[in-house]
């Protein structure tokens, strides 16, 4: 029986000799004892029989053995292959590399370049605004033209500025160049009757490049002005005086400060010419007493007004509520104080009254709209809030800030206490003289970075004195005095209104600061430093009252708020 083996099993049943036989004939031996033969020379001689193996690849019988060639060859060709690839991928991208980051200087070049342009366009017109919009007297003819042109919607009011703006300019060691352009337009007009605001936009463009290169960079920025022009509320600029009432020396000690940081409107003082402040107090005193605008104040009609008896006796001495079936007025003072205090008490605003030995205090909340009045004969008390305005027609002799006694009243405090709660409005006009002996400050008054922060509504206090009595309209002293008996900095937190003599400040070590106005007549710093720090626009304009805005005799021109609206990088 024949059967059939794979070459495996072969292998394994086949005898030993046939085995040999095949190990024989597979490495080349005719014979298996020359098989044996040749390995017995290799265990003679070992070390000569592995130099020929490696040498000559060639057996003792002279038979090769077949090996492949070029292996290693092939191994280094693409080793050397992958180094050259990868070089020349790391000099082309260190050249795209280098090409982009040309390409990156050039045009950050070209951005500075226009930012350059930029900038001198705006120092141009700064300068340009300092120049001619500092505040500035104009005449009623003048007025009268610019209203025409405001009205038309023309822009000759700031053409200047937009001349001053055009630019070309060349720098040689750099090779920066740059080119600017301007346009302008009124954007917002308002007009209240005695004068009008104007809100302008301008528009400066600036192309900078680099010479040599194509690139070319575009920045662009939106300006925006806002003019008064006309017969102007005091509150709207910062510092007023008369040329001839106010030492030269002044103008050293004395700083304008806007709070709003992003402003850059001229912040100099504006010296008149002439008289600019009213001394007729009557538009507000009608508006206190409610009754219609009156040429002048008779006793009838002032007693009329006060409740009193009717007749042309002389208003005795005293502090009157105005009250009648259409609500609360105002408060009207007859004769000199000793002394006003104003001061806080939970959300209540008090304002305390001393003449000779007499006290009235008046005690009111604007949130619950109560209202308590005090006075030596009696107590009233209101669901309804006065009109806030008080009418002295005499002197005080001290206007301070106090603090609240068990019994109620107020009392003057050796340290500095709110004079009046956040968000309150209040005016004081006053036929004689003011003296403020204290600091008045509202409630949670903060400075940061030197400069007055009030994290609520802004109060707003007015103090005015005419030099000029109420009723017989005759000429007497008047003025503001800021005396500081206590060496320290003194903060008046109101727009200071000086007629008469205007301002005198009495001579100490102190500072005196005013967060608000100061329009006076003459300014007498005695040695003093005086710092303005003047609200932003938008606090001033919540201030706008026209029933008890105090207006400027003369027409006046003023840049109060100029500022960067927006900055467009690389059109």
């Known amino acids: 029986m024949i059967s059939f083996y794979s070459r495996k099993t072969f292998f394994k049943k086949a005898p030993l000799f046939c085995r040999a036989e095949i190990k024989c004939k597979k490495a080349g031996y005719k014979k298996e004892q020359d098989y044996h033969d040749d390995n017995q020379w290799h265990l003679r001689h070992p070390r000569k029989a592995a130099n020929n193996s490696f040498a000559s690849h060639l057996s003792p019988k002279g038979q090769k053995i077949d090996i492949r060639k070029g292996s290693a060859l092939i191994v280094c060709f693409l080793l050397s292959s992958l180094f050259i690839v990868l070089s020349l991928g790391l000099l082309l991208n260190s050249q795209i590399f280098l090409e982009v980051q040309g390409i990156r200087k050039t045009n950050r070049l070209s951005a500075y370049a226009a930012e350059n342009g930029i900038k001198q366009a705006w120092e141009k017109i700064e300068n340009k605004c300092q120049d001619l919009y500092g505040g500035a007297e104009i005449g009623d003819e003048l007025f009268q033209q610019l209203q025409l042109q405001l009205k038309a919607g023309k822009i000759d009011l700031i053409y200047p500025l937009l001349t001053e703006?055009?630019?070309?300019?060349?720098?040689?060691?750099?090779?920066?160049?740059?080119?600017?352009?301007?346009?302008?337009?009124?954007?917002?007009?308002?007009?209240?009757?005695?004068?009008?605001?104007?809100?302008?936009?301008?528009?400066?463009?600036?192309?900078?490049?680099?010479?040599?290169?194509?690139?070319?960079?575009?920045?662009?920025?939106?300006?925006?002005?806002?003019?008064?022009?006309?017969?102007?509320?005091?509150?709207?600029?910062?510092?007023?005086?008369?040329?001839?009432?106010?030492?030269?020396?002044?103008?050293?000690r004395i700083k304008i400060i806007s709070t709003d940081k992003n402003n850059f409107s001229p912040e100099k003082p504006i010296a008149m010419s002439g008289p600019f402040i009213p001394d007729d107090a009557l538009p507000i005193i009608s508006r206190g007493l409610k009754i219609l605008r009156p040429d002048h104040l008779p006793n009838w009609l002032l007693r009329q007004a006060l409740g009193l008896e009717p007749g042309n006796k002389p208003v005795p001495d005293g502090v009157y509520l105005i009250k009648n079936d259409l609500g609360l007025g105002g408060l009207y003072v007859q004769g000199d104080l000793n002394e006003i205090l104003l001061g806080v008490e939970g959300t209540y605003q008090l304002v305390q009254f001393t003449q000779a030995e007499k006290r009235w205090l008046l005690k009111f909340d604007p949130g619950q709209a109560k209202t308590f009045f005090y006075s030596p004969n009696e107590t009233l008390s209101f669901d309804l809030l006065p009109i806030p305005v008080i009418m002295a027609n005499g002197q005080v002799e001290s206007l301070a800030s106090g603090q609240p006694a068990p019994d109620g009243y107020l009392v003057t405090s050796e340290t500095e206490v709110p004079a009046f709660i956040p968000g309150v409005k209040l005016t004081l006009v006053c036929s004689g003289k003011i003296n403020i002996t204290s600091s008045l400050t509202p409630?949670?008054?903060?400075?940061?970075?030197?400069?007055?922060?009030?994290?609520?509504?802004?109060?707003?206090?007015?103090?005015?004195?005419?030099?000029?009595?109420?009723?017989?309209?005759?000429?007497?002293?008047?003025?503001?005095?800021?005396?500081?008996?206590?060496?320290?900095?003194?903060?008046?937190?109101?727009?200071?209104?000086?007629?008469?003599?205007?301002?005198?400040?009495?001579?100490?070590?102190?500072?005196?600061?005013?967060?608000?106005?100061?329009?006076?007549?003459?300014?007498?710093?005695?040695?003093n430093s005086l710092t303005v720090f003047h609200p932003d626009d938008e606090t001033v304009s919540r201030s706008h009252q026209p029933d008890f805005n105090v207006y400027s005799e003369r027409p006046l021109l003023v840049l109060n708020n100029f500022r960067l609206d927006e900055w467009r990088f690389n059109k």
Do not use: C
């Open 165 to 252: 703006a055009l630019n070309q300019a060349h720098e040689e060691t750099s090779r920066m160049s740059w080119e600017t352009a301007s346009t302008g337009q009124l954007t917002r007009l308002d007009n209240y009757d005695q004068y009008l605001q104007a809100i302008f936009e301008i528009e400066l463009n600036s192309r900078g490049n680099i010479q040599g290169f194509n690139g070319k960079t575009v920045e662009g920025v939106s300006l925006s002005l806002s003019f008064f022009a006309g017969y102007l509320p005091l509150n709207q600029v910062a510092l007023t005086f008369e040329k001839s009432r106010a030492k030269d020396e002044n103008n050293e």
């Open 443 to 527: 409630q949670g008054l903060e400075w940061r970075n030197g400069l007055p922060y009030l994290k609520s509504r802004q109060s707003q206090l007015t103090i005015w004195s005419t030099g000029k009595d109420f009723q017989s309209e005759e000429i007497i002293d008047g003025g503001i005095n800021l005396v500081n008996e206590n060496y320290r900095d003194q903060v008046i937190s109101a727009f200071l209104i000086a007629g008469g003599q205007g301002l005198k400040i009495s001579k100490s070590a102190s500072e005196t600061k005013i967060i608000g106005s100061l329009s006076a007549t003459g300014l007498d710093l005695n040695s």
